[in-house]
């Protein structure tokens, strides 16, 4: 699996967004942002398998995604 990148991190601020089934809802983009911060890396790889060629908005830590691209 390739690791996991975020090319453009979003600089909108997510304790201002409503929150959602998903994590939360963003106003200005109009989207909701998953909620990454409480799975484990196997939640997180399933995920992306499972939405291979999607754009994703999303919220994760930073020590995660290290942790996460360390171990895949």
């Not at 963003?26 to 754009?55: A, L, P, S, W, Y």
Request: proline letters at 4%; a positive charge.
């Amino acid at each position: 699996m390739a690791q996991l990148t975020i090319p453009t991190p979003c600089t909108e601020d997510w304790n201002q967004m409503t929150p959602s089934a998903k994590g939360a809802f963003c106003q200005k983009c109009q989207v909701d942002v998953m909620d990454f911060t409480e799975k484990t890396n196997e939640e997180i790889k399933n995920f992306f398998q499972r939405n291979k060629g999607k754009k994703t908005c999303g919220h994760i830590r930073q020590a995660q995604l290290a942790n996460f691209n360390n171990s895949y």
